[in-house]
């Protein structure tokens, strides 16, 4: 069991910036790829970036391809988004994702088998 703990959500302006944490427990941390979903109210989770378990490779939403950024630490169990140029657009609850992942199927919600409780993250205009 991998529990997942997001944090640095909140209220920011237009063209600001945000950097999201999700710290996992487990001891395998390093074999996970590790993705950050957004969800917005009343719609289904949307891929915006995931890493594979080596930090090597990188993948993103085009949408959000050049305005973020995922890495991760392993020493620390952790990984981040940093997110700058946010939209009103990229408004919604940030989940963060574990599983063991193809990179064919990185970008698909159902590959994951674990989950955060997420983090609300508002862009006013």
């Known amino acids: 069991q991998v529990q997942l703990v997001e944090s640095g959500g909140g209220l920011v302006h237009s063209g600001g910036s945000l950097t999201l944490s999700c710290a996992a427990s487990t001891r395998t941390f390093n074999t996970y790829v590790m993705a950050w979903f957004r969800q917005a109210p009343g719609k289904e989770p949307e891929f915006v970036a995931a890493?594979?378990?080596?930090?090597?490779?990188?993948f993103y939403a085009d949408s959000r391809e050049g305005r973020f950024s995922i890495s991760r630490n392993g020493a620390k169990n952790t990984v981040y988004l940093q997110m700058s140029g946010l939209k009103p657009d990229d408004t919604g609850v940030f989940y963060c994702a574990a599983g063991h992942v193809q990179h064919s199927s990185i970008r698909n919600d159902g590959e994951y088998l674990y989950w955060g409780q997420g983090t609300q993250v508002t862009v006013s205009s």
């Open positions: 890493i594979d378990w080596s930090g090597d490779s990188t």
